[in-house]
């Protein structure tokens, strides 16, 4: 009996399963009753409906037959946005006053505001995962992070500079660089994060499609001219297959970007495989943009119909439209964006060396972060799940 | 006995699955080969959301995460039998009831567009005077920038036309009483437009001059642009419009979409704010021409002109300026020169082709 346990732990452990048990009839019943309280709350329902969604999405997760627990309340997220308007109302003040001296000096100098904005949204997105991972816990234990908002922002800001100037081609270095500090700042329990997939692996994989992205914009905008037709025509006939190329191209690049980050991220000696195809996401993106064409083409009939009809009774009509596309619009989003990608990614995986996960302790020095960072990352309009 | 109620136990503090056997006794015993791991008293155990299969427990008192799942169907009857306080927080879990968050929302909405529509206009109309005359310089000096890089920065200035504008600036300032001295500028632009900055600069543009039919028509629109520059509507409207977006920023938040509404929110009442401030600097503007004793009907009959007739517009509310119709009715009641024109004719002349 010694020896079984002695060589389960030494030679090669079994995998263990990870797999998505919700129900596409079950998500979808939660964004059909979410999404409109959101309108007729004027959003601020939006906090118990991030919560819920969260909910399902990790109760639903089970790892080696426990499924994860979402420990965060939707009270805490509305709190945490009160407090970050407050926090947000003199930084707005004082960047319209530097706005306007900077703007004495040289005009549309302003702008640069933005960039400082730019930086506190990252700070924001560091801290708003620093929420979310402290919220989640499997069997009893969270898992937590800490790290540096601040030095995370500058460096992301740093990077991306670097990514807009090489057009691009900077991207996997700086994807690969901005997880390892994610992860390295990451912790289930005791046991820590890192991230040993690298920019060199991803763009080995990747660079077709930055090479069609090129191609694709390059056709788009150099096309017209050298046809000879003219650039409204010729942009408008580009339009459907740029489109496509698009959709096409994003979905591979999701895809791969799912299945090299996972199988980078380590946890303690825990790792991860993924069976991810290259078109594993494609159909799924597909029928996103169908459905959003279809209603699209919906309301276009009905708002021409309008155009027939008396002003009041119109604009009515209209607002209802508006409203509805709004409705529709956010429960494709959360659907096929979330829900969706999350099952195919979830089942994908297998998990492997999890032994090196039991008997994990607390980490006794981890602080509890409050809301605040998903809060600025709210405020400033990050679509979150 | 002891091994009849089993259940998976989680301590909250190392992440080991426990199989472990329930003892009921005075306590909730829960016990490992034969080893009591915890003790928890029945009137602090409380219920978890989990799916229907199984019953999750937590204690008060216990680490934070420490649970207990039960399965089989006779352990959770004794649970519920002997736990008074088992659904204690399910309140607390279902965070609220909906009908609670609908309410208080339409609330919080009532109230906030209370303050944008009554408390904004009111901080607005009190904080403007209190800001220094030097800021608003500023205020005035970033603007220009940008005015001249819209326009091209073309300045206007033939020799006759600028003693022309000079000879009308002053007079219109010895008239009006303004609170600090104005400048005005000419600019080659198509636009039929003519506009203040705040600090005291204004702008005219020469499609205006070009569309005027006569003198009194500029000197009009001219004491008008005073008028916002007495008012600080500049500064009453910066400060409006950043109260506004700040207290519309609280609504809807991240809703894809939402932005629409409150952009239209937003445009709805800042334009209410400016229809008012417009109708004061007309008021303004009547004033000052009567002081000049020349008529206030020829400013009103440029700006139908220029807008066009807007009585059947599609949206009026959506008008920054009051309709010009209204406007020139208002305008018309003061309709008689009581002294000559400001400029000669001559001068006039030079004035309209100060940018050639």
């Not at chain 1, 959003?292 to 009905?302: D, N, P, R, W, Y």
């Not at chain 2, 003790?39 to 995460?65: E, K, N």
Request: charged letters at 20%.
């Amino acid at each position: 009996m010694n020896d079984m346990t002695i060589g389960a732990a030494q030679g090669a452990p079994e995998p263990s399963d990870i797999v998505f048990t919700g129900r596409d009839d079950e998500f979808r019943d939660l964004l059909f009753k979410g999404t409109p309280l959101e309108i007729i709350t004027v959003g601020f329902y939006r906090f118990w409906l991030a919560t819920k969604i969260r909910q399902h999405l990790w109760s639903h997760t089970i790892l080696d037959g426990d499924a994860f627990a979402y420990l965060g309340t939707a009270r805490e997220l509305l709190i945490g946005f009160f407090f970050a308007m407050a926090i947000l109302a003199p930084i707005y003040l004082a960047s319209f006053l530097l706005g306007v001296e900077a703007e004495r000096e040289k005009s549309f100098a302003s702008m640069l505001v933005g960039v400082f904005f730019v930086a506190f949204w990252q700070f924001a997105v560091y801290r708003a995962r620093r929420y979310r991972l402290h919220r989640t816990a499997w069997r009893g234990l969270r898992f937590h992070m800490d790290g540096s908002g601040l030095s995370y922002a500058l460096n992301a800001m740093g990077w991306g500079l670097l990514t807009v100037i090489s057009l691009g081609l900077a991207l996997p270095w700086m994807q690969a660089g901005l997880e390892r500090y994610k992860m390295r700042h990451t912790y289930y329990g005791e046991l820590r994060g890192d991230f040993v997939a690298t920019g060199d692996n991803f763009f080995k994989h990747g660079w077709r499609l930055w090479v069609a992205a090129a191609l694709t914009t390059t056709a788009y905008f150099a096309g017209p001219v050298l046809t000879g037709i003219t650039k409204e025509a010729g942009w408008l006939l580009l339009m459907l297959p740029t489109l496509a190329a698009a959709v096409f191209i994003y979905a591979r690049f999701k895809a791969l970007q799912w299945k090299w980050w996972l199988e980078g991220v380590r946890i303690g000696d825990v790792w991860a495989s993924s069976t991810l195809e290259a078109h594993a996401l494609t159909g799924n993106y597909w029928t996103f943009v169908g459905l959003l064409f279809a209603s699209g083409v919906a309301a276009l009939t009905v708002g021409l119909a309008i155009g027939l009809m008396p002003k009041i009774p119109g604009i009515i009509l209209g607002v209802l439209i508006y409203l509805a596309l709004i409705v529709q619009y956010s429960i494709l989003w959360r659907t096929y964006f979330v829900q969706r990608v999350w099952r195919i990614v979830v089942n994908s995986l297998t998990v492997h060396n999890l032994h090196a996960a039991q008997e994990v302790a607390m980490r006794l020095d981890a602080s509890s972060p409050t809301a605040l960072g998903e809060s600025f990352a709210d405020s400033l309009d990050v679509v979150g799940f | 006995m002891t091994g009849k109620f089993e259940a998976i136990y989680f301590d909250g503090l190392v992440n080991k699955k426990r199989r472990v056997t329930l003892a009921f006794g005075p306590t909730l015993d829960i016990g490992e080969d034969g080893a009591v791991l915890s003790a928890w008293s029945y009137a602090d155990v409380r219920r978890i959301p989990a799916p229907s299969d199984v019953m999750r427990l937590r204690a008060i008192g216990a680490a934070q995460l420490a649970q207990l799942e039960v399965r089989d169907p006779e352990s959770r009857r004794e649970i519920e039998r002997r736990c008074p306080k088992l659904t204690d927080d399910e309140a607390l879990h279902a965070d609220g009831s909906t009908l609670k968050i609908v309410g208080w929302s339409l609330a919080a909405t009532i109230s906030l567009v209370g303050l944008i529509w009554f408390g904004v206009p009111f901080a607005a109309d009190r904080l403007a005077p209190l800001v220094p005359v030097a800021w608003e310089k500023r205020l005035g000096d970033a603007a220009e920038g940008q005015v001249r890089e819209i326009f091209d920065g073309k300045s206007c200035a033939s020799p006759k036309g600028a003693a022309a504008l000079a000879k009308l600036s002053q007079r219109l300032q010895d008239a009006s009483g303004l609170r600090l001295p104005a400048t005005i500028e000419a600019i080659s632009s198509k636009t039929p437009n003519a506009f203040a900055l705040p600090g005291g600069k204004v702008f005219i543009l020469a499609g205006l001059l070009e569309k005027a039919q006569s003198q009194d028509e500029i000197l009009g629109v001219l004491a008008h642009e005073f008028g916002h520059l007495q008012n600080r509507d500049h500064l009453r409207h910066v400060i409006a419009d950043g109260g506004i977006a700040y207290l519309f920023g609280l609504l809807f938040g991240d809703v894809t979409g939402g932005g629409a509404i409150v952009l239209v929110g937003k445009t709805l009442l800042t334009t209410a704010n400016s229809r008012d401030a417009e109708a004061q600097a007309d008021a303004f503007a009547a004033k000052t021409l009567d002081r000049l004793g020349r008529p206030a009907k020829p400013m009103g009959e440029l700006l139908l002109r220029v807008t066009g007739k807007e009585k059947d517009g599609f949206l009026t509310i959506l008008n920054d300026h009051p309709l010009s119709e209204d406007r020139l009715a208002k305008l018309a009641a003061a309709d008689k020169a009581t002294a000559d024109p400001v400029l000669t004719d001559d001068e006039w002349k030079a004035l309209q082709k100060i940018c050639d």
